[in-house]
């Protein structure tokens, strides 16, 4: 247990109606083990209250604020790129009318920390506080990463939608990157979900690395607790590819390496299971995966997210840029390993048995390293896996991350009381 409960204010992303992955996935496990610990959250969502999952609606200490009497989905246009430009402006609003609900519940309670979750450049921290209050930031991304990534691929993205598209998403993101590197300054503790996340923020912002803090993203274990460990793999090799089908995320290598798959006749095949974002849509480019040895599966729903990995024999991370990467972790809990670019954070640290790391881009490596892990997979499937699973709990349990998130939250608040 901490050595203080903290009053805590969340602002920034939070959960959405139902168990999901990605960034609102891993906002419930948070909220949830800090509050096991003892802290008090009030979280100030800057969207229109919904129903919340079963989870978030027992914990003691856990009260949700809401910044918007209505949903934004009523009055954007039908576009995804509509969708994308309102829902922004739409959540700015909706966290600055947050800005005074936290200055009135901090005056009847006054509030230990500030913790910022995923955006960088969320509106709803008071300036009115920020010199009492200690802000502590933990982002899932940041804009000038993306829009790097999407200047360099500017031909893929041109192939793929329409100019218009590529034109409003760069010049959305670099106003945010501008905002972002300004924002970020105020943090007094920046927690960084990867040493290669880390690295890219303090390039990128120049943010002080001495005022950072590495401590990876939770992965909830139990949603592959029931697969076995000991299953045999697949021939051909089942190869799984899952993630959202958009700039960084390496399609076009992904697309070379099921290309070399069928001219080298390497017993592998590649499932690309996903969807574009709504500013970027690389789907097109799927046009081109062979299908003697690639299939696009499309989106599935994240409660079958277990069953995809447990069919798949590995994992391919082909990113460009990635900060975290959950798929990895809940590959790796899955007892699937990965191949994955040194560009993907949460490979960082994780036991090379099980995880094999090429450069961004190296299709040739990208192949070997397949070929690699599959005949070592097949050598001795079960202690691959359960060596795999084993490297996912230590790493990404959940009570683990939130105990080193407690601990970061309670120094930063000490800290703050003895200057």
């Known amino acids: 247990m901490p050595a203080r409960s903290l009053r805590i204010a969340w602002i920034g992303a939070g959960p959405g ?23 008090r959250i009030d979280c100030f969502m800057s969207g229109a209250e919904h129903p919340l999952p079963e989870r978030l609606v027992g914990p003691r200490g856990l009260t949700f604020v809401w910044g918007q009497s209505g949903g934004w989905g009523r009055w954007h246009n039908r576009g995804r790129v509509s969708m994308f430009v309102t829902g922004l402006f739409a959540r700015a609003l909706g966290s600055l009318r947050l800005r005074r609900e936290v200055v009135r519940r901090h005056r009847l309670e006054p509030y230990d920390v500030i913790f910022q979750y995923c955006n960088i450049e969320a509106l709803a921290m008071p300036a009115s506080l920020r ?95 029931g697969l076995e460990l000991d299953r ?26 099921a290309q070399r798959l069928r001219e080298q006749s390497i017993d592998a095949r590649i499932r690309v299971v996903g969807g574009p974002s709504l500013w970027s849509d690389y789907t097109p480019l799927l046009e081109d995966l062979p299908p003697e040895t690639g299939e696009f599966a499309g989106r599935i729903p994240p409660a079958d997210i277990p069953v995809a990995l447990a069919r798949a024999d590995l994992l391919l991370q082909a990113a460009k840029y990635e900060p975290f990467g959950l798929t990895v972790g809940e590959a790796l809990a899955a007892g699937v390993p990965v191949v ?13 048995a099980v995880v094999a790391e090429v450069a961004p881009g190296d299709v040739p490596a990208m192949t070997r390293a397949i070929v690699e892990m599959l005949a070592r997979l097949r050598e001795a499937p079960a202690s691959l896996r359960a060596l795999a699973h084993a490297e996912a709990t230590r790493s990404f349990a959940p009570a683990t991350v939130c105990r080193q998130i407690s601990e970061a939250l309670e120094g930063v608040v000490a800290a703050s009381e003895n200057r």
């Open 17 to 39: 109606r139902h168990e999901s992955g990605g960034a609102p996935g891993v906002g419930i496990e948070l909220l949830v083990g800090l509050t096991a610990l003892g802290h």
């Open 131 to 225: 010199r009492g209050v200690p802000l502590v930031m933990m982002p899932e991304t940041h804009i000038a990463g993306e829009l790097r990534c999407l200047l360099a691929e500017w031909r893929l993205a041109l192939r793929c939608q329409p100019a218009y598209v590529f034109v409003v998403a760069v010049a959305t993101m670099a106003v945010r990157a501008l905002v972002q590197r300004a924002r970020i300054r105020a943090a007094r503790l920046l927690i960084c979900i990867s040493d290669v996340f880390r690295d890219h923020l303090v390039e990128d912002y120049r943010y002080p690395r001495e005022r950072t803090l590495v401590i990876p993203n939770p992965v909830r274990l139990e949603r592959f607790s």
């Open 232 to 257: 045999p793999p697949g021939s051909p090799g089942r190869v799984l590819v899952l993630g959202r089908i958009s700039a960084r995320k390496g399609i076009e290598d992904v697309i070379a390496v």
């Open 340 to 352: 994955a670019t040194s560009e993907t954070g949460a490979i960082g640290g994780i036991d090379r």
